[in-house]
């Protein structure tokens, strides 16, 4: 009987926020219905399904305040959700039923371009592809560049750090931010969004929401660097022998072409195998297979020329097995659909066992070699397929297994294999989460892979921006 | 007689304290000789003197552990110095004499240089020209550079954030930091010393401490990062006549040369004629005097040639008025000596009221019409002198006041121009400390022109990792 009461008090709470949540963001501004919420309700891969009381998408910086402030007084749970592309389920209710999902969607105004000051102004919920154009229009870039940019959000960015593949030239999400604006978990306003190069004045508070996930507070809108627009790219693929090499050919490009190298991709054989097998119209550029493949952009005012007079020399040292330039859109683009497709390839192998881990640059041939040692050693059936940034110490390290491993095993190896990749990258000062975050997905493994110094460190930042554990409760820590 | 009483106990605390802080440091580990003390108790112009239980250089980071530790245990305060050659008494302990000084000079290792992975790591008590040398040593440079680097140390540079000429190109000290290695308040050790340049596991932990001038933690050791050796440099000297001419200029030399520009500082025309004025062996590079002047240093394959090419449609669109571009390194170091030598030319006009603020790029001319304006209406005498970083819209934009107005009156009107100043910076969305930090000087201009948020924000931050706060007591907060 009090059982019962009491469950009948909680959803008369519950139906109470809602009616309350419902008139601060007016009759457009929710959504209740299981069919139009479902899509919200799962992350896209379909690996977590949650629940939601009500989903509600303000459009002004204010109600976004005033739905918090309901949600912190009725200490009741605010799911932040920008493009719902992420990788790690961060913007994904848990199950209970019981936590709002504040979409930011409908905040999506760019409020301000200023191309003298190289900056604008953009809410949590522009389309990152619309801020590029909005750039590219001003006659300036915005650099960041990822695969989920047409339906990403500037928000969701910010919040988990974005990286790309233009991370070498210009850095994550973090070195794109000059400021930002956001509700706290009290549901009042921070105006941070200054657009300033420089500023000593106290802690730098913007650094806090960066890559926090939704977790210290709703970002509602970021003042962004923009850069000229770089010139006519020129793209390579090189034939290498080992990583090492790979990274050597790097450092000395860097010493040839400072901050002229746009992107610097990493391709294992295995994964440039499974390409040309599954994806239509790709054929390998070279006579013959290589260990590693590695495709770079320059922004080169030589071009081709410029470019060829680059590789000769590393050529005759024996650093670049085999080259290829492209000398027109064409091959550059059929030149990067190898790279582009890998993730399309490796789901017709059935998908890997992902891993998106970093390391320091100068290390990765070492982690290659020691994750292949351990594997071979802990799980001998486990195939490797990797791919990556090279410049960021960045790679998806995917490990398949065989098709003829029973169903009832595959749970258990992929464990095994996890467990066995993350423990290597703790013990080499890498990241087990280079640019996918954390979110639900990788909780647990953060709590087992960090140093208990750096929880303890997160959880008292939470505690202090976030008591009532209000926002995003459950995910990273 | 209880009054007295409750005094010797405290002092023989403080003797206790004292003595177990010698036995973990060991002989040459300490001083408290007041001549030998006395230096590491002031700033630099001698405007703010403290005293000190007692000074303490550890030279391993458990010496550092352990002095926080029972600092932390008796409750007394530790301020860790540097260099000591901050402009705000950051690093200089308050006047009661009861607090410990924790010189970090003697933790002065380099513990490791990578020149394949861009990365060196140092301890905090390095000096910035050796931490410079090294790297050019082993091929790569460290682009960190401002007029303390023979003295200031890497810790003092990493707390506070620090600035100076190269920003435009590299950006600030917090973005050439990849990881750091800090004694908690509670005298733990934070290992965040990776070598990553993507790492979305959880929150970013060290960018707490990067300008916190030592009030959430004591840095003990940094991961830097390093990038190629810059090619030769072309400088060249530009009268220009508006500051928007100046930023215009900046803007199109972007868009020309993405990535190229060393440096781009301006300098009024009071600036330059006080250099002219008490500066032996200065001249004017022109035939006549214009209101502001660019010195910009240019990393170009193409040298002198390419920059001629480029300045000359811009000098015929009127953006520039004139223009002297150095032929050799005689002319470069004339030119540069001019900026470098505006502040001891300032001396010898007496010492301005010095402002270190940044505003928006784009609004730097608003604001240099803006405070003249303003400054003409409340202090008519004041004579502004300006020069500063125009790509980090950083300004010093001091203020002297006429030999003939009396001491009496300086202090008021020193006053009322700072207010002046200050209110029209946070008009503009601007930071009253641009890249001097807070330090003790400025703590209560922060305090009076911050929004109410974010003064709460530091606290919350502060008081999350410094409950007791032991760390630099009365210093930023």
Tied chains: 1, 2.
């Excluded at 790979?246 to 991709?265: G, S």
């Excluded at 195998?273 to 790709?282: G, K, M, S």
Aim: hydrophobic fraction near 45%; proline fraction near 4%; include cysteine.
């Amino acid at each position: 009987m009090r059982v019962t009461l009491v469950w009948a008090m909680a959803e008369s709470a519950g139906q109470k926020l809602a009616q309350q949540l419902k008139a601060i963001v007016g009759n457009n501004g929710w959504i209740s219905d299981p069919t139009e919420l479902a899509p919200h309700l799962t992350e896209w891969r379909d690996r977590v399904r949650g629940n939601a009381l009500l989903m509600v998408s303000p459009n002004t910086v204010d109600q976004v305040a005033a739905v918090v402030r309901a949600c912190a007084d009725a200490e009741v749970v605010v799911v932040a959700q920008g493009g719902n592309t992420g990788m790690c389920a961060g913007a994904v209710p848990d199950e209970s039923g019981e936590q709002v999902l504040l979409n930011l969607g409908r905040l999506n105004r760019i409020r301000q371009v200023d191309p003298l000051d190289y900056s604008m102004v953009v809410e949590a919920g522009c389309i990152l592809a619309d801020v590029q154009a909005e750039a590219q229009r001003n006659g300036r870039l915005f650099p960041l560049s990822l695969g989920g940019e047409g339906s990403c959000q500037i928000g969701g960015n910010v919040s988990t750090n974005a990286g790309g593949i233009n991370v070498l030239r210009y850095g994550t999400m973090r070195d794109l931010v000059l400021g930002l604006e956001v509700v706290l978990a009290d549901g009042s306003v921070w105006n941070g969004l200054k657009s300033l190069r420089k500023d000593t004045a106290g802690y730098d508070l913007k650094q806090l929401f960066i890559g926090s996930e939704g977790t210290l507070g709703v970002i509602t809108a970021a003042t962004l660097k923009l850069f000229p627009r770089p010139g006519e790219i020129t793209s390579a693929m090189l034939a290498v022998r080992t990583a090492t090499d790979a990274v050597r050919l790097l450092a000395e490009m860097r010493e040839r072409l400072p901050d002229r190298i746009q992107a610097f991709e990493l391709i294992g054989e295995r994964a440039m195998c499974y390409v040309l097998e599954h994806i239509p119209a790709t054929r390998l550029p070279f006579a013959q297979h290589s260990p590693w493949y590695v495709l770079i952009d320059l922004d080169l005012a030589g071009g081709v020329d410029q470019l060829a007079g680059l590789l000769e020399p590393l050529s005759d040292r024996g650093l670049v097995a085999d080259a290829v330039v492209a000398k027109n859109n064409a091959e550059r683009e059929a030149l990067w659909r190898l790279r582009h497709s890998i993730s399309e390839a490796e789901r017709h192998e059935g998908g890997g066992i992902k891993h998106d881990i970093s390391v320091p640059v100068g290390a990765l041939h070492e982690f290659l070699v020691c994750a292949e040692q351990s594997l071979a050693r802990q799980v001998p059936v486990a195939i490797p397929v990797v791919f990556g940034h090279v410049g960021d110490g960045n790679l998806h390290y995917n490990v398949h297994l065989p098709e003829n491993v029973p169903n009832a095993d595959r749970g258990g190896l992929s464990a095994q294999v996890t467990e066995s990749i993350y423990q290597l990258v703790k013990r080499m000062g890498g990241s087990i989460s280079a640019e996918h975050g954390i979110g639900v997905l990788k909780r647990d493994a953060l709590e087992q892979f960090s140093d208990p110094q750096d929880l303890r460190l997160m959880r008292a930042v939470k505690k202090a921006l976030d008591p009532q554990d209000i926002l995003n409760r459950g995910k990273v820590i």
